[in-house]
């Protein structure tokens, strides 16, 4: 695979901190609707659908994706880091992914940034 050029390279970080806010403002925009009425919510549900399906395929074609794993358990060596990790003791409780801040984002070499996530204890 030839190495990619500078401005490749910066197109490429430009187009992941693009799509890591648009995730953010996609799960903000459902956060909102989800306080509307159950008649209201359907569309705007289905523009934020829209709107990620074109950001995925985006990402898709230069191998990239957006991942999250919230609800899953947490485990040690995860490709994302805890912002409240200090409010636990380890084997206290079992521990899950309670929210994810920002997704993993995952290229065709592995990681390329970490996510961020709020644990929580069943």
Not at 15 to 21: G, K, M, P, Q, R
Not at 46 to 60: H, N, W
């Amino acid at each position: 695979m030839e190495p990619m050029s500078d401005a490749s390279a910066k197109d490429s970080d430009d187009l992941v901190l693009v799509s890591i806010e648009a995730w953010k403002f996609i799960r903000l925009l459902q956060r909102a609707v989800s306080r509307l009425e159950p008649s209201e919510q359907a569309r705007y549900v289905s523009q934020a659908r829209f709107f990620q399906k074109k950001i995925d395929g985006v990402l898709e074609a230069r191998g990239i994706r957006l991942e999250s794993i919230e609800g899953h358990p947490f485990e040690p060596g995860l490709a994302a880091t805890a912002l409240n990790s200090d409010e636990f003791v380890e084997g206290d409780r079992a521990l899950f992914i309670a929210q994810m801040i920002e997704p993993i984002v995952i290229g065709p070499e592995g990681v390329i940034k970490t996510g961020t996530f709020i644990l929580g204890a069943v």
